[in-house]
């Protein structure tokens, strides 16, 4: 399992390779309600998920989980998904890397059982347009992430130059959307494999290429709670914008406010998006 060896300190080891491992964030207790939640809400219990198979009578837990990859804003779904973006053994260290006022505009819970695709190489950034370079993603591993099973891979330093580098759609059955990452200055051998113990985090940057692989496993789930974050000081130009405001102007509201102050709390708040599945590889790689 990767470790926080490094001597400096969790700001400068984020500086320098665009992500840290917070090991044994979550207490073991707190996971295993994680996974409890996961199961409710794949069985509809804490609500509606749009594109959500239909449940079927009789099934097992696993067998209820085993059909979703992944949905999108539980935070919405559940109480539970909500404190954990707010959990302080996360925002604390958000603080150290983004500043003292951090905001959250999505979560996404991947479940990823066994023969299961990952995601070809790309860049949050590319996906979330936040520009002022303070995205960071916290990786919540619910389930030991190891190669076999699909952990995260990772370019260290990639995100440093503050490029996002160009999109091109493949036919690759090993990942689950249609566009990935390239003509980046890296090369495959440079890429290390994040393997962490459930309960740990991985904090990375939204400029970091990173990417991960099948679930090769013979049984068992990669389990992953992923919240996004920035910092409230700046604009979130992510929705849509309206015809009359600039691009540069525009700023998306469906946030929640996880540490200090929120400068634009005078816009309010909205509740644009609404839980999901992620749609299949015909639909691209869907936020």
């Not at 964030?25 to 239909?54: F, K």
């Not at 495959?188 to 290429?209: C, Q, R």
């Not at 990417?211 to 919240?227: D, E, H, M, Q, T």
Request: charged content about 25%; overall charge negative.
């Amino acid at each position: 399992m990767a470790e926080n060896t490094a001597d400096d300190d969790l700001a400068s080891r984020f500086g320098r390779d665009g992500y840290a491992v917070l090991p044994d964030a979550l207490a073991p207790d707190e996971v295993a309600e994680l996974r409890a939640e996961t199961v409710r809400i794949c069985r509809g219990e804490r609500g509606h998920v749009g594109g959500a198979p239909a449940p079927v009578p009789g099934e097992s837990d696993d067998e209820a989980v085993r059909r979703f990859l992944c949905v999108h804003y539980p935070h919405k779904l559940s109480a539970l998904m909500l404190d954990t973006m707010c959990h302080p053994a996360v925002v604390g260290p958000l603080t150290e890397v983004i500043g003292p006022d951090v905001k959250s505009m999505q979560s996404m819970l991947f479940v990823k059982s066994e023969g299961r695709p990952g995601q070809a190489w790309h860049q949050d950034e590319m996906f979330i347009p936040t520009r002022d370079r303070s995205l960071t993603a916290a990786w919540i591993a619910l389930d030991d992430a190891t190669v076999d099973n699909g952990c995260l891979w990772v370019l260290p330093g990639s995100h440093r130059p503050g490029v996002i580098h160009p999109n091109r759609r493949h036919d690759d059955a090993r990942y689950d959307c249609t566009v990935e990452s390239y003509a980046f200055p890296y090369d495959e051998t440079d890429a290390v494999p994040v393997e962490i113990a459930a309960g740990s985090v991985l904090l990375f940057n939204g400029y970091l290429l990173h990417k991960s692989l099948p679930n090769s496993g013979r049984r068992g789930f990669r389990r992953a709670l992923v919240n996004h974050y920035m910092s409230a000081a700046s604009l979130l130009p992510w929705a849509p914008p309206e015809a009359e405001v600039p691009m540069a102007q525009t700023d998306f509201r469906d946030i929640v406010l996880v540490a200090g102050r929120d400068p634009y709390a005078y816009k309010g708040t909205t509740d644009i998006r609404t839980p999901r599945v992620r749609r299949d590889r015909s639909g691209g790689c869907d936020r």
